[in-house]
């Protein structure tokens, strides 16, 4: 059956080790999954479970671009994420069975529209404006599980144009990989080509067009973007 008009290409990530990439179904990102992340936004942290807000699959990007200053915003945000590609399907799974779902792991950046968001947030509305952004989700190529081992006391770090501005560890993620699988597996019938972003630390900040960004986990291919010009 053909289409009316060309559909959207899938977007795809390079995993290690492999010719064959990792297409995207949809990404999942938690929010406040770092204690010192959530004060610096004006929250408390909530360990009783996580939350989560989505990013079209379409909004992904790979490591290495440049991407333009995007357009609504003057406080556009970089956050370093651990990303975590899943490999196999989940319903209402626990612990154990969603350890057993993670295929690979590597670095993200859930890049924000922060003025959008704050303002949506505090008049009660949704997120979308501030994190489904063209371009927002970017991603280095993965490692597989096996490789990479335990997701521990690994570092997390981000600079912008040479200057540290994240530097902190896996270990301090609130809602741990597992359970916000789990938690996750709950509410949607997750498996092959769902894409987790687990969080940022703190530090997040503004970048203006010119700034490049560089970040990356001990252990994983590091994540780069430069900021071009608005359109
Ligand atoms: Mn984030």
């Known amino acids: 059956m053909s ?3 060309p559909a959207p290409d899938v977007r795809t990530i390079s995993v290690r080790g492999e010719d064959a990439t990792y297409p995207i179904h949809r990404i ?3 929010g406040r999954n770092y204690a010192a992340h959530a004060e610096e936004m004006g929250y408390e942290v909530d360990r009783e479970a996580p939350f989560f807000f989505t990013k079209a699959a379409l909004h992904a990007v790979p490591t290495g671009t440049t991407q333009p200053y995007p357009p609504g915003t003057e406080n556009y945000h970089f956050e370093m994420e651990l990303a975590v590609a899943l490999g196999a399907p989940i319903f209402r799974g626990d612990r154990e069975a969603a350890e057993a779902t993670v295929y690979a792991y590597g670095c993200a950046l859930d ?5 959008l968001q704050v303002n949506s947030r505090n008049v009660k509305r949704p997120w979308d404006f501030g994190k489904d952004v063209e371009g927002s989700a970017v991603f280095s190529p993965m490692t597989k599980a096996g490789d990479f081992g335990a997701v521990a ?3 997390i770090w981000l ?5 540290t501005k994240q530097d902190s560890t896996l270990d301090l993620l609130i809602h741990d990989v597992p359970a916000v699988i789990s938690y996750l597996s709950g509410y949607y019938h997750l498996g092959p080509g769902d894409v987790i972003l687990t969080g940022t630390p703190e530090g997040v900040g503004p970048v203006v067009a010119g700034d490049r960004i560089k970040g990356g986990i ?3 291919d590091p994540i780069s973007l430069t900021i071009g010009p608005a359109e």
Request: aromatic letters at 10%.
């Open 3 to 5: 289409t009316l008009f």
């Open 28 to 30: 999942f990102c938690v």
């Open 111 to 115: 890049m924000t529209r922060r003025d």
């Open 153 to 155: 006391g690994q570092c």
């Open 159 to 163: 600079k912008v144009n040479g200057e």
């Open 218 to 220: 001990d252990g994983l």
